[in-house]
């Protein structure tokens, strides 16, 4: 009997686990794809992308099911508890990422001057940068990696940085070029989307080191004790 | 004995429900404060909403905290697991609205154009529109009435339509007059910003639903029935 439970709750953490990973997966790959999309005016693409965000809600509400059933049932308490309802908190900000993605999609329809935006050829690059952080803070919730965690917080800062040049970039754009503006709109708030991922894999790497550890990653640097 | 748990259960949510009154109350007023300081380019306004949105944060840990602590030790099923579940996602939503709030503030000082910039005179109509939202969706939350938050998600097109034609009016304004396109793109996103606080609004606004009823509102057309 006393194996039972514990075998019980690994096997649903593991599962809500497996359900986080593919959310992850397909946000990654939804934000990367939609800014490829953009840039060759990718409409099927584009399209495709909007319909698979379904996709990433059903997991979210099948994360929620479970971790809800987890803790009606099991009753985890200390670190299981922190790690199921760190699992609730993450499958919501990977939604909002995937509606990050989705909403860049929608905007590839805008842009159909994608030739004569050079400002454009940038953003793959800090789309990847983004994606990269999504994924690298799933795999640190996946392996309870605190470490990790901090990783990839030390990276939001590069995304920062890029959001900041291309802003400056597309608004000069913007004054040489007067009748792209329209366009141009829309892509102020592509790369502020791709800045938001990285701020949401910030705060996600939050929750993963509060979950790994029981601290606060801001009183990390105050002297607190990890404890794991 | 078997009075003592429903009455802890009871002291435990309404404490639960004080909390996210406080924080809704403080997010409605940020927002509010944040666009009336954009209008005026009030920079001692402006800071002191930056500084208060940390009250919020605060505030949504104690929520967290309280919440999970209701899970291990009430163990609460059906609707009251619902809505301590609900309180614990509502408390994450309302303090990204205290975000953008803080997110507009923070723009005022790269606003000194206020004068010239006409389309500054749409937004505090929006902004007192989506607080109302944040405001009646608490309200909501508090009564576990699953008719008023419909009431709210009804009310979001109008926040969609207010955004739709601010972009348009940013976008002319902006061709007309380059020198300003630096101050409007804030705009653009002070604009965007709101009409997430409605769509936020929304979102909780099905939380509250779900609490309620236990059934989700999208399933509400499709003829299921609503059991609370």
Do not use: W
């Amino acid at each position: 009997m006393n194996d039972y439970r514990p075998n019980s709750f690994d096997a649903d953490i593991g599962e809500l686990r497996g359900l986080i990973a593919q959310m992850g997966g397909l946000a990654e790959r939804a934000i990367a794809g939609a800014v490829e999309a953009l840039q060759r005016h990718d409409l099927v693409a584009a399209e495709r992308i909007v319909a698979e965000d379904k996709k990433i809600d059903v997991l979210e509400k099948q994360v929620e099911h479970l971790a809800v059933r987890i803790i009606a049932q099991r009753a985890p308490v200390d670190g299981d508890l922190r790690e199921v309802v760190a699992a609730l908190k993450i499958a919501g900000v990977v939604e909002r990422i995937g509606d990050y993605a989705k909403n860049i999609a929608k905007r590839v329809p805008a842009i159909d001057g994608h030739r004569e935006i050079e400002p454009l050829s940038v953003l793959p690059a800090m789309a990847r940068l983004a994606a990269e952080m999504v994924h690298d803070v799933l795999d640190a919730f996946a392996a309870r990696d605190a470490e990790a965690a901090i990783g990839v917080c030390e990276r939001d800062r590069a995304v920062d940085d890029y959001y900041n040049s291309l802003f400056r970039v597309l608004v000069t754009h913007m004054m040489e070029n007067p009748r792209t503006i329209g366009q141009v709109a829309h892509l102020l708030f592509v790369a502020k989307h791709l800045e938001r991922v990285g701020d949401h894999a910030t705060n996600v790497a939050e929750m993963v080191y509060y979950a790994a550890t029981g601290t606060h990653m801001a009183e990390r640097d105050r002297g607190a004790l990890v404890t794991n």
